[in-house]
Nanobody, 117 residues
Framework: QVQLAESGGGLVQAGGSLRLSCVASVSINSLSAMGWYRQVSGKQRELVAQIISYAGSTTYGDSVKGRFTISRDNAKNTMYLQMNSLKPEDTAVYYC??????????WGQGIQVTVSS
């Protein structure tokens, strides 16, 4: 079982920045992938960014490319999402996700990000 805890959300003006953190209860070196998703009420959850552990490769949703950066600190078992040039359409609940080598998927409780215009 993997427990994930997000922090760093809140209210920010358009053009501003926020950094989300996700702390895992296990060594993130043991996880095959970690990522951030977001969901707006009434819409499907969408991928924001993902890191594939064995490859070290990253993937970003089209709407955030060039503005958001995903990273991780293995020593702290923590994944980050640096969000710059935020737009009102980035407003959503952001979820941390982790997948283990058996492809079991785990989710954090979610954290609200609100961008005012």
């Amino acid at each position: 079982q993997v427990q994930l805890a997000e922090s760093g959300g809140g209210l920010v003006q358009a053009g501003g920045s926020l950094r989300l953190s996700c702390v895992a209860s296990v060594s993130i070196n043991s996880l095959s992938a970690m990522g951030w998703y977001r969901q707006v009420s009434g819409k499907q959850r969408e991928l924001v960014a993902q890191i594939i552990s064995y490859a070290g490769s990253t993937t970003y949703g089209d709407s955030v490319k060039g503005r958001f950066t995903i990273s991780r600190d293995n020593a702290k078992n923590t994944m980050y999402l640096q969000m710059n040039s935020l737009k009102p359409e980035d407003t959503a609940v952001y979820y941390c996700n982790a997948k283990n080598v058996l492809f079991n998927s785990y989710w954090g409780q979610g954290i609200q990000v609100t961008v005012s215009s």
